[in-house]
């Protein structure tokens, strides 16, 4: 199982970023996927989840109505789409199997780093 984080970067407050998780070595579109972000200093937090399908989502409350995550299963690709960015939200964001808190552990990929400063 190995997953690629993508799309990170340096965001003003209120900017917009779309991450992209890609994985390989195993049945991508059988599993539910989870976004985690792991802040400076502080344990990985679980904000999203998706199921299988795409069809049903869910979010940390601090998150919800900000990001959105989807996923093509032809590309074997999860996305998280987030917007109205604050300073809080700074972290390094991972991909995991699962669509909740007891998504698969320990995190597999290296992460994409997202900084949101002026």
């Known amino acids: 199982v190995q997953f690629v984080e993508s799309g990170g970067g340096l965001v003003q407050p209120g900017g917009s970023l779309t991450l992209s998780c890609t994985g390989s070595d195993f049945a991508f579109y059988k599993y539910e996927m989870s976004w985690v972000r792991q802040a400076p200093g502080k344990a990985p937090e679980w904000i999203s989840g998706?199921?299988?399908?795409?069809?049903?989502?869910y979010y940390l409350e601090s998150v919800k109505d900000r990001f959105t995550i989807s996923r093509d299963n032809s590309k074997s690709t999860l996305y998280l789409r987030m917007t109205s960015l604050t300073p809080e939200d700074t972290a390094l964001y991972y991909c995991?199997?699962?669509?909740?808190?007891?998504?698969?552990?320990?995190?597999r990929g290296q992460g994409t780093a997202v900084t949101v400063s002026s």
């Open positions: 998706i199921r299988t399908d795409g069809g049903r989502q």
């Open positions: 995991a199997r699962g669509s909740d808190s007891n998504y698969e552990r320990p995190l």
